[in-house]
């Protein structure tokens, strides 16, 4: 709570105070999970995948022609997965969702003035856990011999969603910008994020045909990589306008 509180004290003076645009946005897309894993016996493997959409609104403030503040909030659900030889023992299932709060910088660099931009933002996201206190899920599953792949798969899995009840993440992205004469801004972004704690853990064991048992941990730092669609407008015309009549 008190990082929320500072993120808000900092960027609070700065909307009350600029004489430029202030604008509202809406940011939505697919979203990429990152997990990372320990492995006993070599077989698990863990890439990124999709699991759901991730949305948010934004609320941004322009500094000056260059550069802006944004902050906003946006509802990441969080999926776990792990894949054992190949994709053919794949676990896939719900893990947390978190309330992220975002303070960022963005720079932009215009092509066509008025028209197109090209933009990059770096800031800092807070997460809360919402699923703190939960006792995580545990689940299994087991392959059979196919024509397509030979082995026998057989795991269990046991998850722990409350390591944290906050987390933290730099936030960075690159984004194309393009301006109506309306003055609403449509944005194609790609966006990476980077924890440092782990927010989610799966202890493993898996079986391959007749071989012994095998161990791993799976886990995530939160990290995640998303490709967004944007729109925003700038509220600030509503006063403006009134100021001027």
Request: charged share 20%; hydrophobic share 35%.
């Amino acid at each position: 709570m008190k990082s929320v509180l500072l993120s808000i004290l900092i960027v609070l003076p700065i909307f009350l105070y600029s004489q430029n645009d202030t604008y509202i946005g809406l940011e939505f897309g697919p979203k990429f999970d990152i997990y990372q894993n320990v492995d006993n016996g070599e077989y698990l493997h863990t890439p990124p995948f999709f699991s759901t959409p991730i949305v948010g609104l934004v609320l941004g403030q322009e500094i000056n022609d260059y550069l802006s503040l944004e902050t906003g909030v946006f509802i990441n659900d969080y999926f776990e997965s792990f894949r054992i030889r190949g994709d053919f023992g794949y676990s896939s299932s719900n893990a947390i969702v978190a309330i992220q709060i975002p303070v960022r910088i963005r720079g932009k660099l215009p092509i066509v003035k008025d028209k197109f931009d090209v933009s990059a933002h770096l800031g800092y996201s807070l997460a809360l856990n919402t699923s703190y206190g939960s006792t995580g899920g545990s689940g299994s599953f087991s392959t059979i011999p196919n024509s397509v792949s030979l082995d026998s798969i057989r795991t269990q899995a046991v998850s722990n969603y409350s390591l944290r009840k906050t987390y933290h993440l730099v936030d960075m992205g690159l984004s194309l910008d393009y301006t109506f004469k309306s003055k609403i801004t449509l944005s194609l972004m790609g966006n990476y994020l980077r924890g440092f704690n782990r927010v989610v853990e799966m202890d493993v064991k898996y079986w391959i045909n007749d071989q012994p048992e095998q161990t791993a941990l799976v886990y995530s730092n939160g990290d995640y990589y998303s490709i967004m669609l944007g729109i925003k407008y700038p509220i600030s015309n509503l006063w403006k306008k009134k100021q001027k009549e």
